[in-house]
């Protein structure tokens, strides 16, 4: 009985850990400003780019912490050409050099939210590619003069931002009215209907051990 009810209440834990942080939404989007026209291998450029949580609005749980733009070639070699904050909320600037001509693949780096696997495609000698956003509808969120340069929308974009996420002063100053949250694939299962099932796992775990026990009695 007692290994039963250990299997019992480790599955249940195990749920609880996965829908945690994807109730939490920890993702984000980076979008860079209007790259330079062409790129060149071995000359230094500064690139901007904003994280923004949900792809709508800066980093809402405190500092971000280091950040980077991450410049993986055809072969799988990595470079990461480290950000620093600027003035305005959710942007950074890095220093950028590709060592050699090719393809890189820019993503983002940091250790908080979810990464951007594909920020942009670069061509060295060439352009910068920036990716189509998946995002088909964002959060509202008040910009200021400085705001982010967003993309295009991909025509199969799939994600939308989950309601109800910004605080204090921010929250009180959005003029739209929040929607009603719709369920991503990246939500996981509510945390109520895991709690739901665990419980009823360890009544059935319990029942079959009674009558394990009384069949051997």
């Known amino acids: 009985m007692r290994r039963i009810l250990v299997v019992a209440l480790t599955v249940v834990a195990a749920g609880l850990f996965l829908v945690t942080p994807a109730s939490a ?105 920036i990716a189509p956003s998946q995002m088909k509808e964002r959060a509202p969120y008040q910009w200021g003069a400085v705001h982010p340069s967003f993309p295009p929308t991909a025509a199969d974009a799939d994600m939308d931002a989950p309601a109800g996420f910004l605080t204090g002063q921010q929250t009180q100053e959005r003029d739209v009215a929040p929607r009603a949250h719709q369920a991503t694939p990246d939500d996981g299962l509510p945390v109520w209907l895991v709690i739901v099932g665990g419980a009823a796992t360890v009544g059935l775990a319990v029942l079959l051990a009674r009558r394990y026990r009384r069949a051997n009695q």
């Open 25 to 129: 939404g920890n993702w984000e989007e980076t979008l860079l400003d209007p790259p330079p026209a062409g790129i060149q291998a071995g000359v230094t450029y500064t690139f901007g780019y904003w994280i923004l949580q949900h792809g709508s609005y800066p980093y809402q749980g405190g500092d971000l912490g280091p950040t980077a733009l991450r410049a993986t070639d055809d072969n799988g070699s990595v470079i990461d050409f480290a950000g620093v904050q600027t003035a305005t909320a959710g942007h950074y600037s890095a220093e950028v050099m590709f060592p050699h001509d090719g393809t890189w693949v820019l993503s983002s780096q940091h250790e908080v939210l979810m990464t951007d696997p594909l920020v942009a495609e670069v061509t060295v000698p060439g352009p910068v590619k």
